[in-house]
């Protein structure tokens, strides 16, 4: 018997590495197809690139959006260590301004392309990271890089998100009603400006316990790394 269940054990181990390995993988393939498409439409096109870069890649980035959510449950589950909260915050916050553009049909605007490219910059500090990690073949410069370019490439984000609700506010303008038996049915649109702007402070809430978490998590791993190589 207990020869089965450490043979059990053995496989749903091996099966929860694999699951999480193909995961990580597939997101860094497909943050590395939207990086390199982005820059060599830019490069191709110039600025014209920047109108039409979420017509390119916007499929491809929603899908990736989508599937982080799998991510909460990565952390509740235990399948990968790290803190919930922040990376819920993120993960919330990337899929509510997509939600929010695709809806608003603002995709041509420079600042979405911006966003794009500080999201896939940020994924791709840390999917290497975690496929290094899984491999046993984490290196000091990595960990490095992961925990402390990812804090002001954040904030970087954070604003650059604040400046796409502030420019999408003019497209969610109502229509002045006709007659007031409209009134009820237009009070809804109504509220939507002023839900984007009582959204702002909370982005920046959000994003002040990000920070302080990220840097929480980059002095114990930058600790952890010390005391090994002390070790040695």
Not at 105 to 124: G, M, S, T, Y
Request: hydrophobic share 45%; aromatic share 10%; charged share 15%.
């Amino acid at each position: 018997m207990k020869g089965e269940k450490g043979d059990l054990r053995g496989r749903m181990l091996s099966f929860r590495l694999a699951y999480i390995f193909s995961y990580n993988l597939f997101q860094f393939c497909g943050h590395t197809w939207i990086l390199a498409n982005t820059i060599a439409r830019f490069l191709t096109f110039g600025e014209d690139a920047l109108a039409d870069t979420f017509y390119s890649v916007g499929l491809v980035m929603s899908l990736c959006q989508l599937l982080s959510i799998l991510e909460l449950f990565h952390i509740a589950d235990g399948i990968e260590k790290a803190r919930l909260l922040p990376r819920f915050i993120q993960v919330m916050e990337k899929n509510f301004l997509l939600i929010m553009v695709i809806m608003l049909e603002i995709e041509r605007k420079p600042v979405v392309c911006a966003q794009l490219f500080l999201w896939n910059i940020l994924d791709l500090l840390r999917y290497p990271h975690e496929l290094l990690c899984l491999m046993g073949r984490p290196s000091i410069p990595m960990v490095w890089t992961r925990y402390t370019l990812c804090i002001p490439l954040y904030i970087l984000s954070v604003a650059t998100e604040g400046v796409t609700i502030y420019q999408a506010l003019p497209y969610m303008e109502p229509t002045a009603p006709n007659c007031s038996s409209s009134n009820s049915t237009a009070s809804t649109p109504t509220r939507l400006p002023l839900v984007l702007m009582v959204y702002l402070p909370v982005l920046a809430l959000g994003a002040s316990v990000t920070v302080w978490q990220l840097l929480e998590e980059r002095h114990h791993h930058l600790e952890k790394w010390n005391n090994k190589l002390k070790r040695k």
